[in-house]
């Protein structure tokens, strides 16, 4: 392999690009502050970053982007640009193929000027495996307008030998500037960054550099390990700023690049930058590696899957890891919105069950226990009602708020949640409503102990039935699937304690509306009355006023 997989005596070699501007605008749809912008250029440029990534270059136009999604040269031309920092923009392969074929025409408009009037040099080119055959036919065009060109070759972490030795084989016949490989999935292990730089040396001997993501916390050591192996070009972003777990941080790969040039670099303005505009920004959008990033690298799957799911707060904890769990076997290495819907609905095959509610309900007075605060406020007031009324009394999953002895019956439904739960279940002496002839070997083995209600559960969009035996719903929502039984066993009414509902800006709040409205549209439904506070828009009166 030779000097290319040698370590880099000469610092020189080493280019030090930053992409803050793109990569993060995957949380904030590429708006940031010009101020903001002014500012992150003058301290990046102060630490040794050679190059500003500042942006994508898009046609797309669908949904509100800010300006470093489009990154157009008369945007760039009302920045300033300290002397010694050229700037970088990155296309998607996707958009310049039409039916999977180049097209120049698509390439011409994102580029109406060259490197004669453009402050952009570099023009780097985010390319799935299977694109650059085709895309990298951009390449001439874009080094006859003067610009640099790199490829960004994405997932190579899940390529085989034989096809990484095939895109190193097509990159050689080009003239391109730098081969980037990305680990995408954020789970190359420096083992596995090794024998990728090893094959794409098989043919590629033009300047190497890794994008490092860092959903195990290893982006930083593998970036430097492949500067000890060879690779001259690294990036990173400032806080780690970046879809999904984020990059290698800008401010600790400063550190160690000055290091290796051994020069000093004034991180002051960065710092200062971090503290004032930064942190905030990352308590807002939450970006940075956790336990489920490292869960998702682990399995090779999608980072943007934990993103889209930690920024929509319809998912839960359980949501997250039941997700994972789910995508561990359907395979999530490329993203889709559809298949993260369909991976929370966790009952897609035909329902199946055994237990009738009407033996429990039928023309009787149900009272479901919600989670919210609620229950706990009006306790004595919840307690007293059950003690005269003597409804039947089912609590949602664990909530073990109300006295033990008033409740009938549990309900839970989510795999996930009952697992977590089935140590608690199993010291609770009332019977659990679940889907339990549905439900993975591992969790009903964990709740063998049980006594175990089995009403069936298929989840299919738009559908919404309440059958003898088992539902189908638009959803796996314990809310629903307690709805369906209820109105299954034909109650009298069902009573509402606990339903606090969420502010009205909150995707929970829309959510669990449609779920009632949804409810009131089906004539088997049983009618609904909230006892305690709620915000959802449903019938409500006051426990207190019950007992008069």
């Given at each position: 392999?030779?000097?290319?997989?040698?370590k880099i005596?000469?610092s020189s070699?080493?280019?030090?690009?930053?992409?803050t501007?793109?990569?993060g605008?995957?949380?904030?749809?590429?708006?940031f502050?010009?101020?903001?912008i002014?500012?992150?250029?003058?301290a990046?440029g102060?630490i040794?970053v050679?190059?500003?990534?500042?942006?994508?270059?898009?046609?797309?136009?669908?949904?509100f982007?800010?300006?470093?999604?489009?990154?157009?040269?008369d945007?760039i031309?009302?920045?300033?640009?300290?002397?010694?920092i050229?700037?970088?923009?990155m296309?998607?392969?996707?958009e310049?193929?039409?039916?999977g074929?180049?097209c120049?025409?698509?390439?011409k408009?994102?580029?109406p000027?060259?490197?004669?009037?453009?402050?952009v040099?570099?023009?780097?080119?985010?390319?799935?495996?299977?694109?650059?055959?085709?895309?990298?036919h951009?390449?001439?065009?874009l080094?006859?307008?003067?610009?640099r060109?790199?490829?960004?070759?994405?997932?190579v972490?899940?390529?085989?030998?034989?096809e990484?030795?095939?895109l190193?084989k097509?990159?050689?016949?080009?003239?391109?500037?730098?081969?980037?490989?990305?680990?995408?999935?954020?789970?190359?292990?420096?083992?596995?960054?090794?024998?990728?730089?090893e094959?794409?040396?098989?043919?590629?001997?033009?300047?190497?550099?890794?994008?490092?993501?860092?959903?195990?916390g290893?982006?930083?050591?593998?970036?430097?390990?492949?500067?000890?192996?060879?690779?001259?070009?690294?990036?990173?972003t400032?806080?780690?700023?970046?879809?999904g777990a984020?990059?290698?941080k800008?401010?600790?790969?400063?550190i160690?690049?000055?290091?290796?040039?051994?020069?000093?670099?004034?991180?002051t303005?960065?710092?200062?930058l971090?503290?004032?505009?930064f942190e905030?920004?990352?308590e807002?959008?939450?970006?940075g590696?956790?336990a489920f990033?490292?869960l998702?690298?682990?399995?090779s799957?999608?980072?943007?899957?934990?993103?889209e799911?930690m920024s929509d707060?319809?998912?839960?904890?359980e949501?997250l890891l039941?997700v994972?769990?789910?995508?561990?076997?359907e395979g999530?290495?490329?993203f889709?919105?559809?298949?993260?819907?369909?991976?929370r609905?966790f009952?897609?095959?035909?329902?199946?069950?055994?237990?009738?509610?009407v033996?429990?309900?039928k023309?009787?007075?149900v009272?479901l226990l919600?989670?919210?605060?609620?229950?706990?406020?009006h306790k004595?007031?919840?307690e007293?009602y059950?003690?005269?009324?003597?409804?039947?009394?089912?609590?949602?999953n664990?909530?073990?708020i109300i006295?033990?002895?008033?409740?009938?019956?549990r309900?839970?439904?989510?795999?996930?949640?009952?697992?977590?739960?089935?140590?608690?279940?199993?010291?609770?002496?009332q019977?659990?409503?679940?889907?339990?002839?549905?439900l993975?070997?591992?969790?009903?083995?964990?709740m063998?102990?049980?006594?175990?209600?089995?009403?069936g559960?298929s989840?299919?969009?738009?559908?919404h039935m309440?059958k003898?035996?088992?539902?189908?719903?638009?959803?796996?929502?314990?809310?629903?699937?307690?709805?369906?039984?209820?109105?299954?066993?034909?109650a009298?009414?069902v009573?509402?304690a606990?339903?606090?509902g969420y502010s009205?800006?909150?995707?929970?709040r829309?959510?669990n509306?449609?779920?009632f409205?949804?409810?009131?549209s089906?004539?088997?439904a049983?009618?609904?009355?909230?006892?305690?506070?709620?915000?959802?828009?449903?019938?409500?009166?006051?426990?207190?006023?019950?007992?008069h």
């Open positions: 392999m030779g000097k290319s997989l040698n005596e000469n070699e080493i280019t030090f690009l930053d992409c501007l793109r990569d605008g995957y949380y904030n749809a590429w708006d502050d010009h101020a903001l002014q500012d992150y250029i003058a990046v102060a040794g050679d190059i500003v990534e500042l942006g994508l270059r898009t046609r797309q136009k669908k949904g982007k800010g300006a470093c999604a489009y990154t157009t040269d945007f031309r009302t920045l300033e640009v300290p002397g010694d050229e700037f970088g923009i296309i998607n392969a996707s310049i193929l039409v039916n074929k180049y120049e025409k698509i390439l408009e994102l580029f000027e060259d490197t004669e009037t453009s402050k040099s570099l023009v780097r080119v985010a390319c799935h495996t299977y694109e650059l055959l085709e895309a990298i951009a390449c001439k065009w080094k006859s307008k003067g610009f060109v790199g490829f960004n070759l994405m997932q972490g899940e390529c085989s030998s034989e990484l030795i095939s190193a097509i990159a050689s016949r080009y003239p391109l500037d730098v081969l980037y490989f990305a680990d995408s999935l954020g789970n190359m292990s420096p083992d596995k960054v090794l024998k990728v730089i094959l794409l040396r098989t043919h590629w001997q033009g300047a190497c550099r890794i994008h490092a993501h860092d959903n195990m290893l982006a930083l050591s593998n970036t430097l390990y492949s500067i000890n192996k060879g690779i001259t070009w690294v990036d990173s400032v806080t780690g700023m970046g879809r984020g990059n290698v800008t401010e600790l790969l400063a160690e690049i000055a290091q290796l040039r051994r020069i000093k670099c004034n991180m303005p960065l710092m200062t971090i503290s004032s505009k905030a920004m990352k807002e959008y939450r970006w590696t956790n990033y490292y998702s690298g682990k399995n799957i999608h980072p943007s899957y934990v993103q799911m707060s319809r998912y839960n904890e949501d039941a994972i769990d789910h995508l561990c076997v999530g290495n490329q889709s919105r559809s298949r993260l819907g369909k991976a609905n009952y897609s095959e035909e329902p199946k069950g055994n237990w009738h509610p033996d429990l309900m023309d009787k007075e009272m919600g989670s919210g605060s609620g229950v706990s406020k004595i007031a919840i007293a059950i003690k005269k009324m003597k409804p039947i009394v089912i609590a949602l664990a909530q073990s006295d033990e002895d008033l409740i009938d019956v309900i839970a439904c989510h795999p996930v949640r009952l697992l977590a739960d089935c140590e608690i279940l199993a010291k609770l002496t019977p659990l409503i679940t889907p339990a002839s549905m993975p070997g591992d969790v009903l083995e964990a063998s102990s049980i006594n175990l209600l089995d009403y559960m989840v299919q969009n738009e559908q309440y003898d035996t088992y539902c189908v719903l638009p959803n796996s929502l314990v809310t629903s699937y307690a709805l369906a039984v209820a109105s299954s066993g034909k009298k009414r009573l509402l606990g339903f606090d009205s800006d909150d995707p929970r829309i959510e509306d449609a779920i409205n949804k409810h009131h089906i004539n088997s049983a009618p609904l009355l909230a006892v305690t506070p709620t915000l959802y828009h449903l019938d409500s009166t006051s426990i207190y006023a019950l007992q």
